[in-house]
């Protein structure tokens, strides 16, 4: 029998994940001639294999693939090119310029989405800058719409020399031509080299004026840990100010699941703003609502018990602070699992999602959070 905690848990944890199938994501457009290495880059950004590397022959055909994120476990959309081979410049720019233009069309209302953000590649290797990189380049920023979502992304500089050089030069030729303020980033497929990886994130982020569309890149890029951590303080520290708010007025203990959908909506949005939900999705091929009910089921059993362990239930009521520290060490204690695991992940370790939020976990990190609280308030 369930008591009516637990079914206001699951009716919580529920309407979230119902809620986000409609979602929008953000947009990214990955553009640069054959081989230059755009399906690298998707693949070394957010770590997962997604898009198809070439050695030889194109590999991303008909030049606008475009990976749906809700369908690749991912929480951006990806618009990846098929590069253009030499001589086919102005077609390959006849075929992509109505998506920079309009955008794409949104798979499920039809409906146009603007691009967020524009990664043009072009390889160091190569040691030149095509006329028609040139010529894709000058129009995108001379175009006020789409000129603050373009950056250019200097590909395989594991094969520059040591300080740089080739992209140096790369990167003068682009800001005679192009425009004098042209944001690039070297890069590598290396994982053990980040070079500027970090910071193309960071720009990239930035350029993403909605809050929503932000969070959602930078819960499915793979570099920047910290970025994610902030994201999901930001939400404990929403969560524990409604439940404050909630419990105002003293609440029996009885009736505390009031706060329940409060605090079951706080874990489910820090699972999501690591990316974890994505992770826990494809590493079940894409049946990851199991591992997420899962999630959900072990949270829901460490809620119950946590309540005595923070022992502060005066004569069986909840205050606001009680309320709020609860909130408090729960967010803390899911947040410092998804950081553990998802550094674990970056460095390349397989993760069982299922056993890293088991109810034995979770509670071994409440209490992990309750002593550091209780620490902090000394
Ligand atoms: N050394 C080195 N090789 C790379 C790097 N990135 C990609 N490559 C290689 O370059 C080739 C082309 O890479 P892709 O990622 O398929 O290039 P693309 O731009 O997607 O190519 P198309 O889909 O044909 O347009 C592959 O053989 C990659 O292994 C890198 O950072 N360093
Ligand atoms: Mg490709």
Known sequence: MMNKFEENMNAAWE????????????????????????????????????AKVSNVKPETKGYGKIYYGK????????????????????????????ILENGIENEHSGENEKIH???????????RVEDMDIKILRDICNNAQIRNRVCVVFTK????????EKAAILKKILRDKVCDDLYCFETCNDAELELDIPKLIKWSANQIDDKDLREKFVASQMHDLKAKRKQANEAIATAVTAAG????????????????????????????????????AISKGLIGDIVISQIGKS????????????????????????????????????????????????????????????????????????????????
């Open 157 to 164: 500089c594991d094969l520059d020399t040591e300080d740089g």
């Open 299 to 378: 949270i829901s059993a460490s809620i119950l018990k946590m309540i005595p362990i923070v022992g502060q239930v005066v004569g069986s009521v909840v205050n606001a602070g009680v309320a709020a520290s609860i909130t408090g060490i729960l967010g803390t204690a899911i947040s410092a699992i998804c950081y553990v695991n998802v550094k674990k992940y970056m460095n390349g370790e397989s993760i069982d999602w299922t056993m890293a939020f088991s109810a034995e976990m979770v509670e071994k990190a409440m209490k992990a959070a309750k002593e550091n609280a209780s620490k902090s308030e000394e």
């Open 245 to 280: 708010a909630a419990a105002a007025i003293p609440i029996p203990f009885s009736d505390a699941a009031i706060l329940v959908p409060i605090q079951v909506a706080m874990v489910a949005k820090i699972i999501d703003l690591y990316g974890v939900s994505d992770l826990a």
């Open 117 to 127: 953000i524009i990664w043009y590649c072009i390889s160091v290797a190569n040691e």
């Open 15 to 50: 309407k979230y994940q119902s809620e986000k199938k409609n979602e929008l994501y953000p947009n990214i457009m990955l553009l640069g001639i054959s081989g230059a290495g755009k399906s690298s880059l998707i693949n070394a950004i957010f770590k997962r294999d997604l």
């Open 71 to 98: 369908q690749y476990g991912l929480s951006v959309n990806l618009i990846d090119t098929a590069g253009y081979e030499m001589n086919q410049g102005n077609d390959y720019y006849e075929s992509v310029k109505p």
